[in-house]
């Protein structure tokens, strides 16, 4: 697996809803190339969702250090 694919897989894993993440980033990036009445409020919406979806972790088990 290259470099890039790794380091995306790892922080995949790390997310408590990836899945979600996925489709929130993908719907912002299609959001970007479909015209609507009120430009870039909601390609801008979309991406928060995506960052702040991207920002939760999953919560540490209980025997793993920090």
Known sequence: M???MSRLSRYFE???FPWLMLIAALAFVVNLFVPDAVPFLDEIILGLVA???GRL???P???AAN
């Open 51 to 53: 960052v702040i979806l």
């Open 2 to 4: 290259n470099p890039l």
């Open 57 to 59: 972790k999953r919560k």
């Open 14 to 16: 790390n997310l408590r």
């Open 61 to 63: 088990k209980a025997g």
